[in-house]
């Protein structure tokens, strides 16, 4: 990393790039430790041999983090700061990359960020009750006969 601290980094990056708001670089820092613990727990071996880990990885790992700190909100807050889809997440990273502040391999692309799944179906349908239909019907509540 640079003699600039994350913020002072942050808030360069956000004059020449708008699209996100400042605490969405947070976020993605935080869910990247985040992400990084929970490949470890996964594999031990692999821990010890580097940190990197890939851009789907990482995804996954910020869904769970916003999930644990936003819950039904998570898609709110995250459309609030920019943050739209999972390229988003990877325009952010390569900002960051190239301020040093992130690191990369020559296998790591901006696609590797993409699709890997939708923020509806990430964030929105967890929260979403289980259908009470049954055979394209809505069951009425049941009336005792006297």
């Excluded at 820092?29 to 996964?42: I, N, P, Q, S, Y």
Aim: net charge negative; hydrophobic share 35%; aromatic share 10%.
């Amino acid at each position: 990393m640079s003699d600039l601290d994350f913020n002072e980094i942050v808030n360069l990056i956000c004059k020449e790039d708008p699209r996100y708001d400042r605490k969405a670089y947070a976020f993605l820092r935080e869910g990247l430790d985040h992400a990084v613990k929970e490949v470890r727990k996964k594999d031990v071996e692999r821990s010890r041999r580097s940190l990197h880990i890939t851009g789907a990885e990482l995804l996954m790992g910020l869904r769970a983090y916003a999930l644990d700190q936003y819950g039904p909100l998570a898609i709110t807050v995250l459309n609030s700061w920019g943050v739209k889809q999972c390229g988003d997440m990877g325009e952010i990273v390569f900002n960051l990359i190239e301020y040093n502040v992130f690191s990369k391999t020559e296998d790591d692309r901006r696609e590797d960020f993409t699709e890997i799944y939708t923020f509806e179906d990430a964030f929105v349908k967890p929260f979403l009750p289980a259908n009470p239909r049954r055979n394209g019907r809505i069951s009425a509540p049941q009336v005792p006969s006297t």
